[in-house]
Protein backbone atom coordinates (compact mmCIF):
# COMPACT_ATOMS: atom_id res chain seq x y z
CA UNK A 1 0.00 0.00 0.00
CA UNK A 2 1.77 3.20 -1.19
CA UNK A 3 0.30 5.13 2.12
CA UNK A 4 2.10 2.58 4.29
CA UNK A 5 5.61 2.71 2.10
CA UNK A 6 5.73 6.59 2.43
CA UNK A 7 4.67 6.72 5.68
CA UNK A 8 1.69 9.01 5.38
CA UNK A 9 -1.01 7.38 7.41
CA UNK A 10 -3.99 9.91 5.88
CA UNK A 11 -2.99 8.02 3.05
CA UNK A 12 -3.26 4.48 4.49
CA UNK A 13 -6.12 5.17 6.12
CA UNK A 14 -8.02 6.09 3.27
CA UNK A 15 -7.30 2.85 1.88
CA UNK A 16 -8.26 1.18 3.89
CA UNK A 17 -12.27 2.46 4.19
CA UNK A 18 -12.83 2.23 0.73
CA UNK A 19 -10.73 -1.37 0.26
CA UNK A 20 -13.27 -2.13 3.37
CA UNK A 21 -16.17 -0.40 1.29
CA UNK A 22 -15.53 -2.85 -1.62
CA UNK A 23 -14.75 -5.79 0.22
CA UNK A 24 -18.26 -5.48 1.26
CA UNK A 25 -19.56 -4.62 -1.75
CA UNK A 26 -18.05 -7.56 -3.28
CA UNK A 27 -19.69 -10.00 -0.85
CA UNK A 28 -16.93 -10.17 2.08
CA UNK A 29 -18.80 -7.62 4.41
CA UNK A 30 -16.34 -9.67 7.44
CA UNK A 31 -12.72 -9.04 5.49
CA UNK A 32 -14.33 -5.54 5.01
CA UNK A 33 -15.58 -5.24 8.12
CA UNK A 34 -12.36 -5.67 9.31
CA UNK A 35 -10.50 -2.92 7.21
CA UNK A 36 -13.18 -0.67 8.20
CA UNK A 37 -12.90 -0.95 12.29
CA UNK A 38 -9.03 -0.73 11.21
CA UNK A 39 -9.46 2.64 9.38
CA UNK A 40 -11.77 4.09 12.26
CA UNK A 41 -9.15 3.16 14.45
CA UNK A 42 -6.56 5.18 12.36
CA UNK A 43 -8.62 8.29 11.49
CA UNK A 44 -9.95 8.55 15.31
CA UNK A 45 -6.34 8.67 16.24
CA UNK A 46 -5.75 11.34 13.51
CA UNK A 47 -8.41 13.22 15.27
CA UNK A 48 -10.57 13.59 11.71
CA UNK A 49 -13.96 13.64 12.86
CA UNK A 50 -15.59 13.76 9.63
CA UNK A 51 -13.54 10.51 8.38
CA UNK A 52 -14.23 9.02 11.75
CA UNK A 53 -18.38 9.51 11.01
CA UNK A 54 -17.69 8.09 7.45
CA UNK A 55 -15.71 4.79 8.72
CA UNK A 56 -18.65 4.46 11.19
CA UNK A 57 -21.60 4.46 8.41
CA UNK A 58 -19.99 2.19 6.85
CA UNK A 59 -20.11 -0.36 9.47
CA UNK A 60 -23.35 0.59 9.92
CA UNK A 61 -24.32 -0.33 5.93
CA UNK A 62 -22.04 -3.42 7.07
CA UNK A 63 -23.71 -4.37 10.07
CA UNK A 64 -27.11 -4.49 8.36
CA UNK A 65 -25.91 -6.60 5.48
CA UNK A 66 -24.81 -9.19 7.97
CA UNK A 67 -28.26 -9.03 9.72
CA UNK A 68 -27.52 -7.16 12.39
CA UNK A 69 -30.30 -4.53 12.16
CA UNK A 70 -29.98 -3.16 16.09
CA UNK A 71 -26.26 -2.74 15.39
CA UNK A 72 -26.70 -0.86 12.52
CA UNK A 73 -29.51 1.42 13.86
CA UNK A 74 -26.96 2.53 16.73
CA UNK A 75 -24.13 2.66 14.54
CA UNK A 76 -26.15 5.37 11.92
CA UNK A 77 -27.23 6.96 15.21
CA UNK A 78 -23.83 7.38 16.25
CA UNK A 79 -22.03 8.61 13.10
CA UNK A 80 -25.62 11.16 13.37
CA UNK A 81 -24.26 12.06 16.37
CA UNK A 82 -20.94 12.78 15.41
CA UNK A 83 -22.08 14.88 12.56
CA UNK A 84 -24.53 17.35 14.78
CA UNK A 85 -21.82 17.42 17.62
CA UNK A 86 -19.32 19.06 14.78
CA UNK A 87 -21.35 20.57 12.50
CA UNK A 88 -20.66 17.99 9.25
CA UNK A 89 -22.46 17.79 6.77
CA UNK A 90 -22.67 14.82 3.82
CA UNK A 91 -21.01 15.93 0.57
CA UNK A 92 -23.23 15.19 -2.68
CA UNK A 93 -21.14 12.05 -3.58
CA UNK A 94 -22.40 10.78 0.21
CA UNK A 95 -25.54 11.86 0.10
CA UNK A 96 -26.10 9.69 -2.75
CA UNK A 97 -23.94 6.67 -1.41
CA UNK A 98 -25.63 6.10 1.90
CA UNK A 99 -29.22 7.75 1.58
CA UNK A 100 -30.45 4.91 -0.20
CA UNK A 101 -28.44 2.06 2.59
CA UNK A 102 -30.19 4.37 5.44
CA UNK A 103 -33.63 3.84 3.96
CA UNK A 104 -33.14 0.05 3.87
CA UNK A 105 -31.89 0.27 7.40
CA UNK A 106 -35.05 1.47 8.51
CA UNK A 107 -36.90 -1.09 7.09
CA UNK A 108 -35.79 -3.91 8.38
CA UNK A 109 -36.69 -3.16 12.18
CA UNK A 110 -40.20 -1.99 13.44
CA UNK A 111 -40.46 1.93 13.86
CA UNK A 112 -40.07 2.09 18.13
CA UNK A 113 -37.48 -0.53 17.76
CA UNK A 114 -34.85 1.34 14.72
CA UNK A 115 -36.16 4.82 16.93
CA UNK A 116 -34.97 3.42 20.43
CA UNK A 117 -31.57 1.77 19.23
CA UNK A 118 -31.12 5.02 16.38
CA UNK A 119 -31.19 7.32 19.93
CA UNK A 120 -28.97 5.12 21.81
CA UNK A 121 -26.24 5.42 19.25
CA UNK A 122 -26.50 8.90 18.70
CA UNK A 123 -26.64 9.32 22.50
CA UNK A 124 -23.04 8.15 22.77
CA UNK A 125 -19.87 9.98 22.79
CA UNK A 126 -17.22 9.63 20.21
CA UNK A 127 -15.36 7.37 22.00
CA UNK A 128 -18.01 5.30 23.14
CA UNK A 129 -18.90 5.03 19.55
CA UNK A 130 -15.51 3.97 18.74
CA UNK A 131 -15.27 1.20 21.26
CA UNK A 132 -18.90 -0.05 19.99
CA UNK A 133 -18.35 -0.34 16.47
CA UNK A 134 -14.90 -2.08 17.32
CA UNK A 135 -16.64 -4.58 19.28
CA UNK A 136 -18.00 -8.58 18.77
CA UNK A 137 -21.16 -8.30 17.00
CA UNK A 138 -23.99 -9.42 19.00
CA UNK A 139 -25.40 -13.12 17.57
CA UNK A 140 -28.23 -12.39 15.42
CA UNK A 141 -31.05 -14.28 15.76
CA UNK A 142 -31.93 -13.54 11.79
CA UNK A 143 -30.25 -14.50 8.62
CA UNK A 144 -28.33 -11.65 7.16
CA UNK A 145 -30.53 -9.47 5.12
CA UNK A 146 -30.33 -10.05 1.41
CA UNK A 147 -32.27 -7.02 0.09
CA UNK A 148 -30.02 -4.15 1.48
CA UNK A 149 -27.28 -4.31 -1.22
CA UNK A 150 -27.59 -6.02 -4.94
CA UNK A 151 -26.69 -9.71 -4.86
CA UNK A 152 -23.04 -10.22 -5.44
CA UNK A 153 -21.51 -12.33 -7.92
CA UNK A 154 -18.76 -13.43 -5.43
CA UNK A 155 -19.07 -16.23 -3.12
CA UNK A 156 -17.86 -16.77 0.66
CA UNK A 157 -16.78 -20.37 1.14
CA UNK A 158 -17.48 -21.96 4.29
CA UNK A 159 -14.59 -21.76 7.47
CA UNK A 160 -13.95 -23.82 9.81
CA UNK A 161 -14.49 -23.23 13.85
CA UNK A 162 -16.40 -19.50 12.90
CA UNK A 163 -13.18 -18.08 12.05
CA UNK A 164 -13.84 -14.98 9.78
CA UNK A 165 -11.88 -14.61 6.35
CA UNK A 166 -9.50 -12.28 7.85
CA UNK A 167 -8.93 -14.56 10.35
CA UNK A 168 -8.21 -17.47 7.83
CA UNK A 169 -6.02 -15.14 6.33
CA UNK A 170 -3.69 -14.51 9.48
CA UNK A 171 -3.84 -17.98 10.43
CA UNK A 172 -2.92 -18.76 7.18
CA UNK A 173 0.13 -16.78 7.23
CA UNK A 174 0.98 -17.58 10.64
CA UNK A 175 0.63 -21.12 9.79
CA UNK A 176 4.08 -20.62 7.28
CA UNK A 177 6.33 -19.36 9.64
CA UNK A 178 5.60 -15.87 9.57
CA UNK A 179 5.95 -13.62 12.24
CA UNK A 180 3.29 -10.38 13.24
CA UNK A 181 4.84 -7.78 11.61
CA UNK A 182 5.38 -10.07 8.47
CA UNK A 183 2.18 -10.40 7.80
CA UNK A 184 0.86 -6.95 8.99
CA UNK A 185 2.94 -6.14 6.05
CA UNK A 186 1.75 -8.75 3.46
CA UNK A 187 -2.19 -7.51 4.49
CA UNK A 188 -1.45 -4.15 5.07
CA UNK A 189 -2.65 -4.71 8.93
CA UNK A 190 -1.01 -2.99 12.15
CA UNK A 191 0.98 -5.69 14.00
CA UNK A 192 -1.50 -4.76 16.78
CA UNK A 193 -4.57 -5.57 14.74
CA UNK A 194 -2.97 -8.56 13.86
CA UNK A 195 -2.49 -9.95 17.36
CA UNK A 196 -5.94 -8.86 17.62
CA UNK A 197 -7.11 -11.17 14.67
CA UNK A 198 -4.72 -13.91 16.54
CA UNK A 199 -5.89 -14.11 19.95
CA UNK A 200 -9.62 -14.44 18.39
CA UNK A 201 -8.44 -17.20 16.65
CA UNK A 202 -6.62 -18.69 19.74
CA UNK A 203 -10.13 -18.16 21.55
CA UNK A 204 -12.03 -19.69 18.94
CA UNK A 205 -9.98 -22.65 18.50
CA UNK A 206 -9.32 -23.58 22.09
CA UNK A 207 -5.60 -23.03 21.55
CA UNK A 208 -3.08 -20.97 23.54
CA UNK A 209 0.09 -20.90 20.92
CA UNK A 210 0.90 -20.71 17.32
CA UNK A 211 2.11 -24.02 16.89
CA UNK A 212 -1.52 -25.47 18.09
CA UNK A 213 -2.96 -23.09 16.01
CA UNK A 214 -0.45 -24.00 13.25
CA UNK A 215 -1.57 -27.58 13.78
CA UNK A 216 -4.88 -26.77 13.07
CA UNK A 217 -4.78 -25.14 10.01
CA UNK A 218 -2.44 -28.00 8.56
CA UNK A 219 -5.04 -30.07 9.14
CA UNK A 220 -7.91 -27.76 7.86
CA UNK A 221 -6.20 -27.12 4.53
CA UNK A 222 -5.89 -23.12 5.64
CA UNK A 223 -2.08 -23.23 4.21
Not at 181 to 198: E, G, K, N
Amino acid sequence: MLGRRIGNKYVETDCLAVLGTVAVLRGDSRHGKALLQESLVFYAELGLKADTAESLEGLAETAGVLGEDVRAARLWGAAEGLHETFDISWTLAERMLHEPRLAAARTQLGTAAWQAAFAEGKAMTSQEAIEYALSREEPSATPPSSNMWPPSPYSTPERPSGLTSREVEVLGLVATGMTNAQVAQRLFLSPRTVQRHLNSVFHKLGVSSRTAATRFALEHGLV
